[in-house]
């Protein structure tokens, strides 16, 4: 597989690591240079922070250090494959090998980085699209994943799930039946109108299941044509139209009040645009997105949110206009036992826009799970005095 490598240049504290072929930037941020730091929780797992939709390593700047001195750990954050200073790789095909655009592809990397690190278990912290990244991760890998911070969780949360205060999915299977009594057991209308039912339930699930299995050829059918529309030099050439006209204004969009955002902030985010081949690398990752819903191997996420056992805390803007919050509440309410924290006159990116909010959120939550170090006090002051920096 060929790649086109970054033409940006990276910073002096980005590192550069091949996972299965792939070229990977990432940044490890460390804890006072391995020692305990006043105020650090001493939890002894480091933590992997996922980025998410056209953002990168960049968008966690303003909070890694902070967040290694509050966990007394490592933290790392990586660009996944069409964002920051990841290689960029060639079109791919259907050759059986794996798509480095693919959501497996990014557990995989969030896995080996948890290798890398040289721990058994870590913290994931994912944002936006990254928070997809971190839950496939844990179902990947429970055993790996010591807790869940999800930040504007871009996960659709279950309709159902709105009902109950616990979380749970409820289910009314009574057709309409009361109790059935001697005289209806002793009628033979009675006995022919449940054989009939029975009979017309299952011709309707056999064609129910037909019905599904053609959805799903139609569907994979219909991504394959949609990939090659979208390798076409025309889809290339619109994509770069869209991101010239509203990649800014969605930045803009995506704070509660944009004239808080910084000159080096757009840089920051517009830098990765001029490595070569980023607009064919966004259709690729389009492309995967496309393949991996259309691919039927797995039940779907909202239906698996219930199965999550470890710690997991969700962190919403009030006023998020990408991700709204009762989206966020909802999904809490489906995961059981998780803890829901809304940061108020925020949007889509507290760790950017509410710093030290945010950290204070993290550390309630991490004292809560993992609990103190004896010796040590709150990082409060730790988290402000790097703020101010």
């Not at 007394?72 to 259907?94: E, I, M, W, Y």
């Not at 936006?128 to 949360?157: H, K």
């Not at 805390?313 to 036992?337: F, H, Y």
Request: glycine share 8%; aromatic share 8%; hydrophobic share 45%.
């Amino acid at each position: 597989m060929s790649f086109w490598i970054p033409t940006s240049s990276p910073t002096p504290d980005s590192t550069f690591s091949d996972i299965h072929g792939v070229r990977v930037h990432h940044k490890v941020c460390h804890h006072d240079d391995g020692h305990l730091s006043r105020g650090s929780l001493n939890i002894g797992l480091p933590l992997v922070l996922l980025h998410g939709f056209g953002a990168s390593v960049f968008s966690w700047s303003r909070v890694m250090r902070p967040l290694a001195r509050i966990a007394g750990s490592k933290v790392l954050a990586f660009d996944r494959p069409a964002f920051g200073l990841t290689a960029r790789s060639a079109p791919v095909r259907d050759n059986g090998a794996l798509n480095p655009y693919s959501m497996a592809f990014a557990v995989l990397a969030t896995l080996s980085f948890i290798d890398m690190l040289g721990s058994q278990k870590a913290i994931l912290i994912g944002h936006s699209a990254g928070c997809l990244v971190a839950v496939n991760a844990y179902f990947e890998a429970p055993e790996r994943i010591a807790a869940l911070i999800l930040v504007a969780p871009a996960i659709v949360a279950p309709l159902l799930s709105w009902r109950g205060k616990d979380g749970k999915i409820r289910k009314e299977n009574n057709m309409g039946g009361g109790k059935t009594g001697s005289n209806d057991r002793k009628n033979p209308l009675v006995g022919i109108w449940r054989a009939l039912l029975k009979m017309c339930m299952f011709i309707v699930g056999m064609a129910m299941r037909m019905l599904e299995e053609m959805r799903d050829m139609v569907r994979l059918v219909y991504a394959k044509v949609l990939a090659a529309v979208l390798r076409s030099s025309l889809a290339v050439m619109l994509v770069r139209m869209v991101i010239d006209k509203f990649g800014i204004p969605a930045i803009r969009n995506s704070w509660y009040d944009a004239s808080q955002i910084a000159g080096h902030v757009l840089q920051g985010y517009t830098k990765p645009l001029r490595c070569k081949g980023w607009d064919m690398a966004l259709l690729e990752y389009t492309i995967a997105m496309l393949t991996d819903s259309a691919a039927k191997s797995k039940p779907p996420l909202t239906r698996r949110l219930a199965e999550i056992s470890c710690p997991v805390l969700i962190v919403t803007g009030d006023t998020d206009r990408l991700v709204p919050s009762w989206n966020a509440e909802r999904l809490s309410m489906a995961i059981p036992g998780s803890t829901f924290e809304v940061i108020r006159k925020c949007g889509h990116l507290p760790h950017e826009e509410r710093v030290d909010e945010f950290l204070s959120v993290i550390e309630r939550f991490l004292q809560k799970v993992f609990g103190v170090s004896e010796g040590y006090a709150s990082s409060n002051e730790c988290t402000k005095s790097e703020h101010n920096k």
